[in-house]
C-alpha cells in the first residue's frame, strides 16, 4: 500500500464547482483533460471507500487511468460502516471484543454491536439518522438549517450571523453562551420553532450549539451575495468550531477528532474531503496551539477566531457547525466504552489520515530489532526520577533501539509525529503526551508508566485506537516522592514525582514487546529473521 501513495499524491487535485445547492456539494469529474481529474488526497484504503461512496465520480474516473482501474477492481464493496448499504463485513474495520460480555450485553455479538455503536462509524450513522430540518426552504435558493439530537451537530445553507455587537465588547470571548443575542442568526426558510426548541436539554458551552440556535429567526428576504444585510459574504464551506484547551494535547485531539467525524456526518457529497475550507474558531483570543499543524489536514486556509468577523454581518453560502469535545456520550472525552472491547475503525481511519494528510514518513521496522521510545518529562510534578536506571536497564536487552526524547521542548508537532509513527513501544508517564498513542503503528504498545489513580483516561483512548496497553502493576515497587500537593489543597498523585524498580520495569517493556513481536501486522515485516531463528528473543 505505502508503495502505491505517491502514484495517488500525483494525480492532479483540482476542483470544478457550480452553484452549492445543498451543504458542500460539488460537481467532481475525470474529463479527458488532466486538469479536470479530481480526487481526494487519500491514503489507499480510504480512497476505495471514497469511490464506492459517490458512483458518479468512480464511474467517470475508473477508465481514466491504470491505478484507478486497479483500486475498483481490488475492492469494489468497501465501505466505511456508516452508509445504509455497508454490510458488516465490507466494513472498515471491525471492533474486537476478547474480553468477557458478562453482565453488559446478552450475547457476544451485542457486545461487539455495542462498542460499534459508541465508539466507531456506527455512532456517524446514528447522527445522519438523527438529522431533522430545523428550518425547510420553499425554495432550492432559499436558507435551510438540519441537525442532529440535543444540536449536537448542525448545517445551514445561506445563513446571516450577526457579530456586530463583539466589537463593542472589552472582554475576551471563550466558552461563552451568549455570543448572539436573538435574532443575530437568521434565515429565509419555514422556522420549525417547536422542534428547534425541544432539542435544547443540552444547554452547555461545549456540549452543543443550543446556546447559539436558540436565537435563530426568519429572516424577511431571501440572503443573497448581492444582499445589502452582509457586510461580508463567504461562498468558503465553513466549519464554526467551539474547541476545548488548545495546548494539551489529549483536550484538542478530541477537537480534531470530532472535526474528522463532523466530515462523515456531513457525508452528502464527492468535496467532502476537499481542502478548501474556512475554519472559525469560536472565540475572539488569537488562536494558537502546539498542535495548530493539525488543521493543515482539513483546511489550506489560514484559521480564523471571531475577532475576523466581529463587527460585521456575515452571511455564509454553507455553514457547518460540528460535533463538540465535550458532549455528553460524545466521541473520545466522554464515550461510554463497554467492557472488553477495542479497536475502532473510526479511531483508525483518523489516524491514518493525519498522518497521511500531514506527510508524516514512515520507516518499516528491520533488523528484527523493537524500537522504544521512553518520553522525559521536563515538567514540575510526574517526573521519572530514575529514567536512566531504568533506561540502562532495558538497554541490555540488545533487540531494542531505545530513544529518550522530550517531547515538550526538543521537537515541533510534525517532528513528534514522525517519531511516534515509528516507534514500537511508547513509554511515559500520565500525561497529555501519551496521546501520541493515536499515532503509533497497528502492532504498538504503549506503556503507562505509572497512571497516578487515573487508570482509565489512557487506557481506553488505547483501546478505541486498538493498541497494547501497559502499566505499573507492582505498587509496592513504585515510589512517590512525597504525597503530592494539589494546587487547591490536599494530597494528590498526579502532583509528586516518581521513581521505580528498574528490574520490574524491564519485565514490563519485555511484555509490551512480546505482544509487538507476536502481532501479525509487525512480523510481515521480520518473516525472514523469524523462520532462521526460530525463537522469541525475549
Not at 494525480?11 to 470544478?16: E, H, M, P
Not at 443575530?184 to 426558510?189: M, N, P, V
Not at 426548541?197 to 452547555?204: A, P, R, T, V, Y
Not at 536506571?389 to 509525529?417: A, C, G, M, P, V
Amino acid at each position: 500500500m505505502e508503495k502505491l501513495l505517491p502514484l495517488l499524491t500525483r494525480l492532479a487535485i483540482t476542483v470544478s464547482s457550480i452553484l452549492l445547492l445543498t451543504p458542500f456539494s460539488c460537481w467532481c469529474s475525470c474529463e479527458t483533460t488532466d486538469q479536470s481529474l479530481t480526487l481526494p488526497d487519500l491514503p489507499l484504503e480510504h480512497l476505495k471507500r471514497y469511490l464506492n461512496t459517490f458512483d458518479k465520480v468512480k464511474q467517470e474516473c475508473q477508465n481514466k487511468t491504470e491505478l484507478l482501474q486497479k483500486i475498483s477492481q481490488k475492492d469494489n464493496k468497501g465501505c466505511w460502516g456508516h452508509e445504509s448499504h455497508c454490510t458488516k463485513e465490507n466494513r472498515f474495520q471491525t471492533p474486537i471484543c476478547p474480553g468477557s460480555h458478562t453482565g453488559w450485553v446478552r450475547n457476544k455479538e451485542s457486545q461487539i454491536e455495542t462498542f460499534y455503536q459508541q465508539a466507531d462509524f456506527g455512532y456517524i450513522k446514528h447522527q445522519i439518522n438523527e438529522m431533522k430540518l430545523m428550518c425547510e426552504p420553499k425554495l432550492i435558493t432559499d436558507s435551510s438549517l438540519e441537525c442532529t439530537e440535543y444540536l449536537r451537530f448542525c448545517r445551514g445553507r445561506y445563513l446571516m450571523l450577526d457579530f456586530r455587537d463583539l466589537a463593542k465588547r472589552h472582554e475576551r470571548i471563550r466558552y461563552h453562551m451568549d455570543v448572539l443575542q436573538k435574532g443575530q442568526i437568521q434565515g429565509y426558510c419555514q422556522l420549525n420553532e417547536t422542534r428547534l426548541k425541544s432539542q435544547m436539554d443540552h444547554m452547555g458551552a461545549l456540549q452543543s450549539w443550543s446556546p447559539e440556535l436558540r436565537n435563530f429567526i426568519e429572516a424577511t428576504e431571501p440572503i443573497e451575495e448581492s444582499n445589502e444585510q452582509c457586510d461580508m459574504f463567504i461562498n468558503t464551506p465553513t466549519f464554526a468550531m467551539k474547541i476545548d484547551a488548545t495546548y494539551n494535547m489529549y483536550h484538542h485531539f478530541c477537537d480534531f477528532f470530532n472535526l474528522y467525524a463532523t466530515l462523515f456526518v456531513n457525508q452528502t457529497h464527492s468535496s467532502v474531503f476537499d481542502r478548501n475550507t474556512q475554519i472559525i474558531v469560536w472565540e475572539t483570543y488569537p488562536y494558537d496551539s502546539p498542535f495548530k499543524d493539525t488543521f493543515k489536514a482539513f483546511s489550506d486556509n489560514p484559521v480564523w477566531t471571531l475577532d475576523q468577523v466581529k463587527g460585521k454581518r456575515i452571511c455564509f453560502r454553507n455553514i457547518v457547525f460540528p460535533l463538540l469535545p465535550r458532549m455528553i456520550f460524545g466521541l473520545y472525552y466522554n464515550t461510554p466504552i463497554i467492557q472488553g472491547c477495542e479497536k475502532s475503525g473510526l479511531f483508525r481511519a483518523f489516524s491514518e489520515f493525519i498522518l497521511h494528510r500531514l506527510k508524516i514518513p514512515f520507516e518499516e521496522p528491520k533488523d528484527n530489532k523493537i524500537r522504544v521510545t521512553f518520553l522525559s518529562r521536563r515538567t514540575k510534578y510526574r517526573r521519572a526520577l530514575n529514567e536512566d536506571e531504568l533506561l540502562q536497564e532495558i538497554s541490555k536487552n540488545e533487540n531494542f533501539i531505545i530513544k529518550k526524547i522530550s517531547y515538550e521542548r526538543d521537537l515541533t508537532f510534525l517532528q513528534q509525529l514522525e517519531v511516534t509513527r515509528n516507534t514500537d513501544i511508547l513509554i511515559g508517564m500520565h500525561g497529555a503526551g501519551l496521546t501520541h498513542l493515536l499515532f503509533l503503528p497497528e502492532w504498538a504498545a504503549i506503556f503507562e508508566l505509572y497512571n497516578c489513580e487515573d487508570p482509565n483516561c489512557y487506557k481506553d483512548l488505547a483501546r478505541l485506537r486498538g493498541v497494547y496497553y501497559v502499566t505499573w502493576e507492582e505498587r509496592e515497587l513504585v515510589y512517590p516522592e512525597d504525597e503530592g500537593h494539589h494546587p487547591e489543597g490536599g494530597a494528590h498523585a498526579k502532583f509528586t514525582n516518581y521513581a521505580f524498580d528498574a528490574k520490574e520495569f524491564a519485565r514490563l517493556v519485555g511484555k509490551a514487546a512480546t505482544h509487538v513481536r507476536n502481532h501479525e501486522e509487525f512480523k510481515k515485516f521480520h518473516m525472514e529473521t523469524l523462520t532462521t531463528t526460530g525463537k522469541d528473543e525475549l
